[in-house]
Protein backbone atom coordinates (compact mmCIF):
# COMPACT_ATOMS: atom_id res chain seq x y z
CA UNK A 1 0.00 0.00 0.00
CA UNK A 2 1.52 3.15 -1.36
CA UNK A 3 0.53 6.57 1.56
CA UNK A 4 1.24 9.91 0.72
CA UNK A 5 1.81 11.85 4.30
CA UNK A 6 1.00 16.01 4.03
CA UNK A 7 2.01 17.14 7.37
CA UNK A 8 4.18 20.15 8.01
CA UNK A 9 6.30 19.64 11.05
CA UNK A 10 9.32 17.06 10.01
CA UNK A 11 9.46 15.21 13.55
CA UNK A 12 6.08 14.09 13.16
CA UNK A 13 6.10 13.36 9.60
CA UNK A 14 9.61 10.99 10.25
CA UNK A 15 7.60 9.18 13.23
CA UNK A 16 4.64 8.06 11.10
CA UNK A 17 6.68 7.24 7.99
CA UNK A 18 8.14 5.04 10.49
CA UNK A 19 4.74 3.55 12.15
CA UNK A 20 3.89 3.31 8.15
CA UNK A 21 7.00 1.25 7.39
CA UNK A 22 6.13 -0.95 10.16
CA UNK A 23 3.20 -1.39 8.75
CA UNK A 24 4.61 -2.78 5.46
CA UNK A 25 3.42 0.29 3.73
CA UNK A 26 5.39 2.52 1.09
CA UNK A 27 5.34 6.05 2.25
CA UNK A 28 5.21 9.26 -0.25
CA UNK A 29 6.07 12.99 1.23
CA UNK A 30 5.67 14.40 3.17
CA UNK A 31 4.22 17.37 1.52
CA UNK A 32 4.69 20.14 4.06
CA UNK A 33 2.47 23.08 2.75
CA UNK A 34 -1.18 23.26 1.20
CA UNK A 35 0.21 24.06 -2.27
CA UNK A 36 2.38 20.86 -2.11
CA UNK A 37 -0.02 18.95 -0.58
CA UNK A 38 -2.52 19.29 -3.42
CA UNK A 39 0.14 18.96 -6.28
CA UNK A 40 1.28 15.52 -4.89
CA UNK A 41 -2.74 14.75 -4.56
CA UNK A 42 -2.96 15.42 -8.11
CA UNK A 43 0.24 13.51 -8.78
CA UNK A 44 1.08 10.91 -6.66
CA UNK A 45 0.04 7.53 -7.06
CA UNK A 46 -0.87 6.47 -3.73
CA UNK A 47 -3.56 4.23 -2.35
CA UNK A 48 -4.27 6.31 0.84
CA UNK A 49 -3.42 9.37 2.03
CA UNK A 50 -3.02 10.74 5.84
CA UNK A 51 -3.54 15.04 5.75
CA UNK A 52 -2.46 16.98 8.54
CA UNK A 53 -5.27 19.51 8.86
CA UNK A 54 -2.87 22.39 9.59
CA UNK A 55 -0.37 23.30 7.36
CA UNK A 56 1.68 26.12 8.09
CA UNK A 57 -0.90 28.79 8.08
CA UNK A 58 -3.29 26.53 5.64
CA UNK A 59 -5.19 23.76 5.12
CA UNK A 60 -5.02 20.01 3.57
CA UNK A 61 -9.06 20.40 2.41
CA UNK A 62 -8.40 21.26 -0.87
CA UNK A 63 -5.87 18.22 -1.11
CA UNK A 64 -8.88 16.13 0.42
CA UNK A 65 -11.09 17.54 -2.41
CA UNK A 66 -8.73 16.33 -5.03
CA UNK A 67 -8.25 12.97 -3.38
CA UNK A 68 -12.00 12.38 -3.24
CA UNK A 69 -12.31 13.43 -6.36
CA UNK A 70 -9.49 10.76 -7.59
CA UNK A 71 -11.25 8.30 -5.43
CA UNK A 72 -8.33 8.15 -2.88
CA UNK A 73 -9.49 7.60 0.34
CA UNK A 74 -7.94 9.20 3.36
CA UNK A 75 -7.65 9.88 6.90
CA UNK A 76 -6.91 13.50 9.43
CA UNK A 77 -4.50 14.38 11.84
CA UNK A 78 -5.31 16.52 14.29
CA UNK A 79 -4.91 17.93 17.48
CA UNK A 80 -8.40 19.63 17.23
CA UNK A 81 -10.88 16.56 16.65
CA UNK A 82 -13.72 16.00 14.22
CA UNK A 83 -14.19 19.70 14.97
CA UNK A 84 -11.24 20.92 13.36
CA UNK A 85 -12.58 18.95 10.12
CA UNK A 86 -14.32 20.58 7.47
CA UNK A 87 -18.39 19.92 8.14
CA UNK A 88 -17.87 17.78 4.37
CA UNK A 89 -14.84 15.89 5.55
CA UNK A 90 -15.49 14.56 8.29
CA UNK A 91 -16.53 11.28 6.91
CA UNK A 92 -13.01 10.35 6.95
CA UNK A 93 -11.33 9.32 9.62
CA UNK A 94 -9.95 11.64 11.96
CA UNK A 95 -6.88 10.49 14.07
CA UNK A 96 -5.52 12.60 16.98
CA UNK A 97 -2.12 13.93 17.50
CA UNK A 98 0.25 12.15 18.44
CA UNK A 99 -1.10 9.43 16.84
CA UNK A 100 -1.55 5.91 18.52
CA UNK A 101 0.06 3.44 16.38
CA UNK A 102 -2.61 1.24 17.21
CA UNK A 103 -4.89 3.34 16.15
CA UNK A 104 -3.57 4.55 12.64
CA UNK A 105 -2.71 0.19 12.20
CA UNK A 106 -7.13 0.05 12.24
CA UNK A 107 -7.03 2.87 10.03
CA UNK A 108 -4.83 1.04 7.44
CA UNK A 109 -6.24 -2.12 7.59
CA UNK A 110 -9.75 -1.08 7.11
CA UNK A 111 -8.16 0.98 3.62
CA UNK A 112 -6.80 -2.29 2.49
Known amino acids: MRVLIVEDEIMVAMLVEDLLTDLGCVVTGPAV ?38 GVPFAFVTGYGDQGVRADLRDAPILSKPVDPKHLARTIAAAR
Open 33 to 70: SAESAVEAARREDVDFALLDVNLDGGTSFAAADVLRAR
